[in-house]
Structures are given as structure tokens and as C-alpha cells.
């Protein structure tokens, strides 16, 4: 048998014509819920059976009408001109319309193609561009409802790189502490990474094993460490468990979280050294390009400049054996690696060697690392515990840790944690942290960029955390200093800041300005056209300049961040470059090259070289030629007009049978992905209608 599932989106326009009741919800702080039509409605507080966790839970017994809902709401502060990131974990039980959205804006369905399922995240972007300083979050239910649970709700400033700043909801996790005495290991490491984030001074014997916790890793010089799948002497070297908090699993479907790991670090002037302890009861791998989806190692080494970094696999096959995968090194590089593995019952044991000449040009002072562990218990990739975020979930380095090369143990550990990527001026908060392992120690603090200076005695066990507020006005790289003396011993810590230039800066004058300098290279090649002066080279400078001026815009109405400066830049270089060239043409200082374009025609192959028919001005002659084109879609097709002036002469615009030859009944432009051999099939239904001539029908096996 097969079960029909049929998808109708509709858009209802609701007249207030009932009474609205504004009440508190089960008295949960922060939060407050309004029921409208008398509908039967309710928002409570349980615990979570599984994990003790307290959780929101919505749930409706009236069926759908017209004004008849339940809305629970909070309210956020915000800032004119600035993007945020929302999002909340959540898991459906019988669920109908049910949504989220802000100020009875768009509405984000909570039941994208189920009304149950378990716990899923959900992430939105929000632009603010009103001059109203608070919004308000929006969970509406308008139809029967079993249960809907929320949890782990999450409102943040975004820069276009991360998330920024602090939570801005009240009542995030709805009290969620456990209200069990036995609480577990993960949780109580957690409240202790939380108690130094939040406090002035702390006293904390665990420290070394809470520093997974952290953005910072110490790494040592390698003495004795031999890669052969044994670390028994690995013992001196700090130890990263993960995890201990819960932004450190990512979980894909329903499984027993039960599988821990540990990372320890070595270096020396040719490697980077991992010892990497894995504990799963149960072993299930796939020794291929496909490694990811099954029990594997997945790390990423990265820099500061980067968005991501060099992601390299691990995985020791069902047979024992181990290999190292990466898509983005030669085999030969590959071979560099070594990798040595073991395996005892339930303990996997990862050890690796690997050359810093693969990725950096010398032995780095710092870098930014991540590794995660992928977990199959027989049903495919159920989860992942990770030290952040930015390999499984996307890729990016921005929330990645520290990892700082340093000569020998130390028993003290000093760094700094904040933003590494903030737009100009923008503020931002940053901790400096001195943890003392040792004996006490006298230690200066100097910060003078914020005009601190601290003399401090710092027992042993004892910890301070000094909050520093920064704003940058110079982009680029930039740096927070702090100068150290420590029993008479000066050294500096240092956190570098990537600042990019803020949205004031393209304002109305910038694009009049790009205007202008439009118009003046137009004049001066219109000039150069006059005197037969070839400007091929500078035609492409003036096409990208005037085609990507256009596509800025879109990028500043999107806050892309990550590319603003970058697009300000290239294309300051353009209209530098053309400028300089066009005027030194004119005034005879400089001679223009006229540029051979490929006619079309046949090809031919000589040697290496791909011969074909050119010209060259007037000239017409058989010469090499190199293609050169790009890909793909919509914007591709849009640009034919300019290849000539973009400078290329190819274009990658595939089309194959799947795009002519349709399956009777398919639906034009939808596709349907399933998964770990989900069978189902997307029709179109004649039949049950809600408007128009057709609904789409997903078809799944029972």
C-alpha cells in the first residue's frame, strides 16, 4: 500500500472579528500567548523525559477557523539597518499550520512535509529596515495540534560571517536546567565553562578538562611521540573532550548519543601531531569517497583570511584498514599523511602526522582548526560531536578554535575570545582569560587600548576573565594586544580582528561616485575608438566594472558582508588600471595591444595547442587559441550579450535528457530527493484540488 500526502499551500486572509485574550504563558518569563475566536489552546512547560530538559509545548484541540488561533510571542530589541539570525530547536506531534514568523510577516511553516517528526533545527535571516526598536518572535498554531515542542530559541545580531553578540531572547531554553539531582557529566562541564564566561574571577582544578569549551588550544613541541596507533605516550599533552556542551553535537536523525571523543596536539618544525581517542560501542564504516556518511574523523586547517580552510577525512575501514581522504590534495600530497589506527573493543584510536608544507608555507604561530566525529549506528550518519561548528553544518571558519604553537608546557594559560570578523565600528565584547595551574603568580594585566592596567597576585587553581568592549575603525587585519608580566617576565597575547567596511560606507555619494567613474572610462575608451586605438584589454576592465557595480547592490540589499570589500576593492583596481592605460594611449606613452578573438569554426589539435581561425584587429590568421568561459544557470545565459567584452569565449550550459525526456505526470521544475533507499514518487493529482488544475501528490511507501 502507499500512503497519499498531498501538499496544498494556501494564503488566508483573517479578519479580527473575534475577541483576542492576552494572558501569560503558563507563566513562563518572557514569554506571553494570545487566544483568539475561543479557540482551545494551551502553552506549558514540561520536562523532557529523555534528558530532564525543560521544554515549551503548544498544543490546540480547536480546529481551524476563521480568527481562531493561538499566538505566543516574545518581544526583541533591534537596530534600524541591521540583520539577524533566529532560529530554535523543535519536534512535531500531529501538527497542522502551524508557524513561525515576525511581526505577522512572512509565515515559516513548522510542518514542512510532516506533521511529526523529532527534534530539528530550524535557522532564519531577518532584516531590519524599519525604525521601530523591537519586533516581536511569533509562534502561531491555528489548527488541531497535538503537540508541538520548542526549545533552545536563539535571536542574534548576524555579520554576514556569524552570529554576533549575545541572545537577545529572555527566556531561551524555558528554565531548562535539569531538574533531576543526577545530572549528567556533559551538563555539569557545561555550567562550568558558563560559570568562567560569566564571572571576574573563578577557581576551577578541572580547567584542562573543560578547555573543548573554549576557542583556544595550547600546542606543544613534540618529545617522544611515535605515530604507530598507540598514544599510551601522549599523556603530558593537554586533552579536548568532546563533548561537554551541547552546541558540540549536531544531530541528524533519533539515535543514542552515547559516543565521546578526546584530541590531543603536538608539533614540530616538519608536522602537525593528533591523537584523537574515540569511544563507540559500535563500528560501522565506509572506506571511500562517501567516508562522511558513516563512522569517520572529518578536520579542517585554516588561517585567518580564509572562509574555510583544507578539510581532510579519516576513516578505518571495516577490515582495519585506514586511509585519509581529501578532495582538495593530490594523491601524491595524500601519500605525505600519515595516519596509523587501532582499534581495541569499544576504543578507536585516529594518530596522525600531518606536514605543515600541505597547507602553510612555514611552521604557523597560530591557526584555526576543527574536527568533529561522524557516528553510524548501522542506519546511516545518525550524528556528529564536533569541537564547533562549520564542517558538518556548512563551511566556514568562523567559529573554529585557536590552535597556538608554543615552544614548551606551560602552567598557566592566558588568550582571548571574541568575534574574529566584525563589520567596521561595529562594537563587540571580548573576554581576556588568565587561568593559573601553578604555584601563585604576581601578574601586571596592561590593556591599553581600554586604559587597564591590573597588578594582581593569581593563586594557584585561580583564574581571572577581564571583559573588554572594541570597536575598529581601520579594515582589514587588526589586533587586541595585552602585555603580560608575569614574576617580572613581559609577553604579549595577541587575537587578531577581521573588520570589513560597514553599509554607511555605501551610501548614495559611493554609487554616484561609481557612476562617475563609469562615465569617464566610457569617455576616454569612446576616445580611444576614435583614434583606432585597440582597448580590448580595457573593455574587459570597464564591462566587470559597470556589470558588477550592478550586482554590488544586490549583495548590500542581501548584507553580504563577506563580499562588500572585496567587490569595493576589485573594483577601485578596475577603473585604476583602465584609467591609467586608456590615458597613457592617448597621450602616447604607452602601446595598446590589439587582442586575437576566436572565430567560430572548427578546431584542430596540434601538438598541445588548440589551433583555430582568429582576428586580431583587421587581421585574419590561424593561431592557438585558449577557451575561456565560465558557468552556469540563469546569470550565464544572461551574459552572452557581453562575452565578447567580458573577454571569454565559452560557456558551460549543460543540458542532458533529464531535461527533455520527462517521466508522465512529473512536475516541471520540482525535484524530489530521498534518501538511505526512502522510496517514494512525486505526481501531479487532478483529483483532490485545493486552486488551480492540479496538487502536488508525494507518494511513500507504507
Known amino acids: 500500500m502507499k500512503k497519499l500526502i498531498a501538499m496544498l499551500l494556501t494564503v488566508t486572509l483573517m479578519v479580527s472579528v473575534m475577541p483576542i485574550i492576552f494572558v501569560n504563558a503558563e507563566n513562563i518569563s518572557g514569554w506571553n500567548i494570545q487566544l483568539s475566536g475561543g479557540v482551545d489552546s494551551t502553552a506549558t512547560v514540561v520536562n523532557d523525559p529523555k534528558t530532564g530538559e525543560k521544554n515549551m509545548v503548544l498544543a490546540n484541540k480547536s480546529e481551524v477557523g476563521p480568527n481562531k488561533f493561538m499566538l505566543v510571542t516574545t518581544d526583541v530589541q533591534v537596530e534600524e539597518g541591521k540583520t539577524y539570525v533566529y532560529g530554535f530547536r523543535a519536534k512535531a506531534d500531529s501538527v497542522k499550520r502551524a508557524y513561525?514568523?515576525?511581526?505577522?510577516?512572512?509565515?515559516n511553516e513548522l510542518y514542512p512535509f510532516s506533521d511529526t517528526y523529532d527534534w530539528t533545527n530550524y535557522e532564519f535571516l531577518y532584516n531590519h529596515i524599519s525604525a521601530e526598536s523591537t519586533i516581536t518572535l511569533q509562534f502561531l498554531v491555528e489548527d488541531v495540534t497535538k503537540a508541538l515542542t520548542i526549545d533552545d530559541v536563539y535571536f542574534y545580531e548576524y555579520n554576514g560571517n556569524g552570529k554576533v553578540g549575545d541572545n537577545k531572547i529572555e527566556n531561551s531554553t524555558f528554565g531548562s536546567a535539569s531538574t533531576t539531582n543526577n545530572e549528567t557529566q556533559e551538563l555539569s562541564y557545561e555550567k562550568k565553562v558558563t560559570n568562567i564566561k560569566t564571572s571576574k574571577t573563578f577557581v576551577e582544578p578541572e580547567f584542562n578538562k573543560i578547555l573543548s569549551g573554549f576557542k583556544y588550544a595550547p600546542v606543544y613541541k613534540a618529545k617522544n611521540v611515535k605515530v604507530d596507533g598507540d598514544i599510551s605516550e601522549w599523556g603530558s599533552y593537554p586533552k579536548f573532550e568532546i563533548p561537554?556542551?551541547?552546541?558540540?553535537?549536531?544531530?541528524?536523525?533519533?539515535?543514542?548519543?552515547?559516543?565521546?571523543?578526546?584530541?590531543?596536539?603536538?608539533?614540530?618544525?616538519?608536522?602537525?601531531?593528533?591523537a584523537m581517542e574515540v569511544m563507540d560501542d559500535k563500528h560501522v564504516s565506509i572506506n571511500n569517497g562517501d567516508y562522511w556518511k558513516s563512522d569517520s574523523v572529518q578536520i579542517c586547517l585554516s588561517e585567518y583570511g580564509e572562509t574555510y580552510g583544507l578539510e581532510l577525512g579519516m576513516v578505518i575501514g571495516q577490515d582495519g584498514n585506514a586511509n585519509v581522504y581529501s578532495s582538495a590534495l593530490t594523491q601524491e600530497q595524500i601519500d605525505t599523511i600519515?595516519?596509523?589506527?587501532?582499534?581495541?573493543?569499544?576504543?578507536?584510536?585516529?594518530?596522525?602526522?600531518?606536514?605543515?608544507s600541505i597547507k602553510y608555507k612555514q611552521v604557523p604561530k597560530e591557526i584555526l582548526f576543527n574536527a568533529l566525529v561522524n557516528v553510524d549506528d548501522g542506519k546511516g550518519r545518525a550524528y556528529c560531536v564536533q569541537l564547533a561548528r562549520g564542517i558538518s553544518e556548512g563551511k566556514f571558519n568562523t567559529e573554529f578554535p585557536r590552535l597556538?604553537?608554543?615552544?614548551?608546557?606551560?602552567?598557566?594559560?592566558?588568550?582571548?575570545?571574541?568575534?574574529?570578523?566584525?563589520?567596521?565600528?561595529?562594537?563587540?565584547?571580548?573576554?581576556?582569560?588568565?587561568?593559573?595551574?601553578?604555584?601563585?603568580?604576581?601578574?601586571?594585566?596592561?590593556?591599553?587600548?581600554?586604559?587597564?592596567?591590573?597588578?594582581?597576585t593569581i593563586g594557584e587553581n585561580q583564574g581571572v576573565r577581564e571583559e573588554l568592549e572594541l570597536a575598529f575603525e581601520k579594515t582589514g587585519k587588526n589586533?587586541?594586544?595585552?602585555?603580560?608580566?608575569?614574576?617580572g617576565k613581559k609577553q604579549e597575547v595577541n587575537f587578531d580582528v577581521n573588520v570589513t567596511l560597514s553599509l554607511d560606507t555605501f551610501d548614495e555619494k559611493y554609487f554616484k561616485g561609481l557612476e562617475e567613474k563609469r562615465l569617464e572610462l566610457k569617455k576616454l575608451l569612446d576616445e580611444c575608438e576614435s583614434k583606432e586605438i585597440a582597448t580590448d584589454y580595457e573593455k574587459v576592465n570597464y564591462t566587470v566594472f559597470e556589470r558588477f557595480a550592478k550586482?554590488?547592490?544586490?549583495?548590500?540589499?542581501?548584507?553580504?558582508?563577506?563580499?562588500?570589500?572585496?567587490?569595493?576593492?576589485c573594483l577601485e583596481e578596475l577603473y585604476t588600471e583602465a584609467k591609467s592605460n586608456l590615458t597613457a594611449y592617448l597621450k602616447g606613452e604607452k602601446k595598446s595591444e590589439f587582442v586575437p578573438r576566436y572565430i567560430t569554426d572548427d578546431i584542430k589539435i596540434e601538438g598541445r595547442s588548440i589551433m583555430a581561425d582568429t582576428m586580431a584587429g583587421d587581421r585574419e590568421e590561424v593561431r592557438p587559441v585558449f577557451f575561456n568561459g565560465y558557468g552556469?544557470?540563469?546569470?550565464?545565459?544572461?551574459?552572452?550579450?557581453y562575452f565578447q567584452d567580458f573577454g571569454v569565449n565559452m560557456i558551460q550550459n549543460e543540458i542532458g535528457p533529464d531535461s527533455i525526456i520527462k517521466k508522465k505526470g512529473s512536475i516541471t521544475s520540482w525535484i524530489l530527493q530521498l534518501s538511505n533507499n526512502f522510496k517514494a514518487d512525486m505526481i501531479l493529482d487532478a483529483e483532490t484540488v485545493k486552486t488551480g488544475k492540479y496538487s502536488a501528490q508525494v507518494l511513500c511507501d507504507a
Open 100 to 107: 513561525v514568523m515576525i511581526n505577522w510577516g512572512t509565515r
Open 244 to 274: 561537554i556542551l551541547k552546541e558540540q553535537y549536531q544531530i541528524y536523525m533519533d539515535s543514542k548519543l552515547d559516543v565521546t571523543a578526546s584530541m590531543q596536539y603536538a608539533y614540530d618544525d616538519d608536522n602537525l601531531y593528533l
Open 338 to 356: 600519515n595516519l596509523k589506527t587501532s582499534k581495541t573493543n569499544e576504543k578507536l584510536i585516529y594518530e596522525v602526522a600531518i606536514p605543515w
Open 404 to 456: 597556538q604553537m608554543l615552544e614548551q608546557p606551560l602552567d598557566y594559560e592566558t588568550f582571548i575570545e571574541g568575534e574574529a570578523n566584525l563589520i567596521q565600528k561595529q562594537k563587540s565584547k571580548y573576554s581576556f582569560y588568565f587561568v593559573n595551574m601553578g604555584g601563585a603568580k604576581n601578574v601586571t594585566i596592561e590593556i591599553p587600548s581600554i586604559n587597564i592596567k591590573k597588578e594582581l
Open 479 to 487: 589586533q587586541i594586544v595585552v602585555y603580560l608580566t608575569i614574576d
Open 551 to 569: 550586482y554590488f547592490k544586490e549583495d548590500i540589499k542581501q548584507a553580504d558582508y563577506s563580499r562588500l570589500e572585496y567587490t569595493s576593492n
Open 632 to 641: 552556469h544557470f540563469g546569470q550565464v545565459r544572461e551574459d552572452i550579450p
